[in-house]
């Protein structure tokens, strides 16, 4: 029988932050400016860090489990970064790396060491950009990934929670490989080839195209998929993450004091490639907001809902991908801010 789980789970998140990273989630508050040094044959260089520091109380730990897991309290830095980066001229480039730690709504947390050896390595972000015209760039290295609206908490762009929502924990966040990026009018378009979740198999192709309809409003599109086969998981992503195609459609809305973003995305995930055998589907949903009461107090809230098939290698929770087969979840996060 399908089930109905509902998740609600509040956080306050104190960062200090020095500087403003990539805009690549849509709802974003208003970052302090970085650094300017001048490095010498590099030219000027921007230089920024972040600090925060998250508490967790959960009133039903996970039986047995080591770490913040089978805690009732716990506590850990989220964030401890420094970036470096340069945003002028043919070549530029951008580094970030420290300590980073980040929550999943209806996971299990792990402590920051352990999610670093797990995913992204203490340098989680370095590319270098070509960028031959104001219009045009290709961007190579470690990059923040296309199908994927919600990043890391704090490590890509400091997004309003400080926990995971549902939809998001099924998207890609860190993803190794090329990516070029065109922007004409008011539309912006990428195509990317990469790893996708940070498999270490270069067999994803990936696309978004972004059309401001106003200085306030922008629609999203997102499609990607492995066109290979990676026969393995990995601690970014189960191996039906791995061998899925990703479609996601949003809309944002950016205003003095509200910034909005709603998305619906699917995933077709597959086991396999080459026997074209579907391991069932996945639907998500998502409504991100923040309300900034004054320059310094705002209030994010969101509100996710995620719905598997009746698939029983996709839906078990075993290998994180759902609650069982046939499960629909609704979670709810609310986040004061002061910075």
Do not use: C
């Amino acid at each position: 029988m399908p089930k109905t789980i509902p998740l609600i789970a509040t956080s306050l998140s104190l960062p200090f932050l020095l500087f403003t990273p990539p805009a690549l989630a849509a709802v974003l508050p208003a970052m302090p400016p970085s650094i300017n040094i001048h490095a010498g044959p590099l030219g000027q260089v921007q230089v920024g860090g972040l600090f925060a520091f998250a508490g967790r109380a959960q009133s039903n730990v996970y039986p047995g489990a080591s770490g913040p897991a089978g805690k009732t309290f716990s506590a850990a830095v989220s964030d401890a970064l420094i970036s470096i980066s340069k945003d002028t001229g043919t070549w530029q480039f951008y580094l970030e790396g420290g300590a980073y730690n980040f929550y999943v709504v209806g996971q299990p947390p792990s402590s920051t060491g352990n999610i670093i050896n797990a995913t992204f390595g203490p340098l989680p972000l370095a590319y270098i950009q070509y960028t031959p015209s104001k219009n045009f760039n290709i961007q190579i290295g470690k990059l923040p990934a296309i199908p994927g609206i919600t990043p890391l908490t704090a490590l890509i762009s400091d997004s309003y929670g400080i926990e995971f929502g549902l939809t998001g924990a099924q998207q890609q966040t860190v993803t190794r490989g090329i990516q070029a990026n065109y922007t004409l009018g008011p539309v912006a378009a990428s195509l990317a080839w990469t790893d996708g979740p940070y498999s270490n198999r270069y067999n994803w192709a990936v696309g978004q195209i972004a059309y401001s309809v106003s200085k306030a409003s922008t629609v999203i599109t997102q499609a990607g998929g492995n066109l290979g086969r990676t026969g393995y998981s990995t601690s970014a992503a189960s191996s039906y993450l791995n061998n899925s195609d990703f479609y996601l459609l949003g809309y944002n809305y950016s205003g003095n004091r509200w910034n909005v973003f709603g998305y619906l995305q699917y995933q077709k995930l597959l086991a396999t490639r080459r026997g074209g055998r579907s391991h069932g589907d996945q639907y998500g949903a998502s409504i991100d907001a923040n309300y900034a009461f004054t320059p310094h107090y705002s209030l994010s809230t969101r509100v996710d809902y995620i719905a598997y098939s009746d698939q029983a290698a996709v839906a078990n929770p075993n290998n994180g991908m759902g609650y069982g087969p046939g499960s629909r979840a609704v979670s709810l996060t609310l986040s004061p801010i002061y910075q």
